[in-house]
């Protein structure tokens, strides 16, 4: 992953490629980060409007705090997202966009969280989360899975379509 665009929660450019402690923002630029062929965790993100993360090919990414997705997300293959905190890919009446590919994302907030899917596709979505989470905005899963004792809250005028898959006891 190039370190050229990361930058930190404040505007600081980290110079590097990002750690599990740091909350990392994507603002557009010419040249847009990608993530290390490795997985990556992250405290928080924000990808702001007009601008680009892309996943290196199996790289899986884990946001531990808060998701802000107002550009893009790319996977390029089979890659897997797990957001452990609220997510949010709707800024005001513009919506972020997640490219799925064949790759999946995994709700794993221990937390109440509340989830605006902004109208994004996904490929899969499995919820394995130890505590309620809230949906607030439109999606599509091809595969929706959930787990056992998951409590998944749709809120009032949300539509969603998928296929969904109880996941083995």
Same mark, same amino acid.
């Given at each position: 992953?190039?370190?050229?665009?990361?930058?930190?929660?404040?505007?600081?450019?980290?110079?590097?490629?990002?750690?599990?402690?740091?909350?990392?923002?994507?603002?557009?630029?010419?040249?847009?980060?990608?993530?290390?062929?490795?997985?990556?965790?992250?405290?928080?993100?924000?990808?702001?409007?007009?601008? +680009?993360? +892309?996943?290196?090919?199996?790289?899986?990414? +884990?946001?531990?705090?808060?998701?802000?997705?107002?550009? +893009?997300?790319?996977?390029?293959?089979?890659?897997?997202?797990?957001?452990?905190?609220?997510?949010?890919?709707? *800024?005001?009446?513009?919506?972020?966009?997640?490219?799925?590919?064949?790759?999946?994302?995994?709700?794993? *907030?221990?937390?109440?969280?509340?989830?605006?899917?902004?109208?994004?596709?996904?490929?899969?979505?499995?919820?394995?989360?130890?505590?309620?989470?809230?949906?607030?905005?439109?999606?599509?899963?091809?595969?929706?899975?959930? *787990?056992?004792?998951?409590?998944?809250?749709?809120?009032?005028?949300?539509?969603?379509?998928?296929?969904?898959?109880?996941?083995?006891?």
């Amino acid at each position: 992953g190039n370190a050229a665009n990361w930058e930190l929660e404040g505007g600081a450019a980290a110079g590097r490629t990002p750690v599990k402690t740091d909350s990392v923002v994507i603002n557009a630029a010419a040249n847009q980060p990608s993530l290390p062929q490795t997985d990556t965790t992250l405290s928080n993100l924000t990808v702001s409007a007009d601008a +680009t993360l +892309t996943m290196a090919e199996g790289s899986d990414l +884990t946001v531990n705090g808060s998701a802000s997705i107002y550009g +893009t997300l790319a996977a390029v293959d089979a890659e897997t997202v797990t957001f452990a905190g609220d997510v949010d890919f709707r *800024n005001g009446s513009t919506c972020g966009t997640f490219v799925p590919r064949n790759g999946g994302v995994v709700i794993a *907030n221990a937390s109440p969280a509340t989830l605006d899917f902004g109208g994004n596709t996904f490929s899969t979505l499995t919820f394995g989360n130890a505590a309620a989470a809230t949906i607030t905005g439109n999606f599509t899963a091809t595969t929706l899975n959930l *787990n056992a004792g998951v409590e998944v809250l749709f809120a009032q005028d949300v539509e969603a379509a998928a296929t969904v898959m109880p996941s083995a006891r």
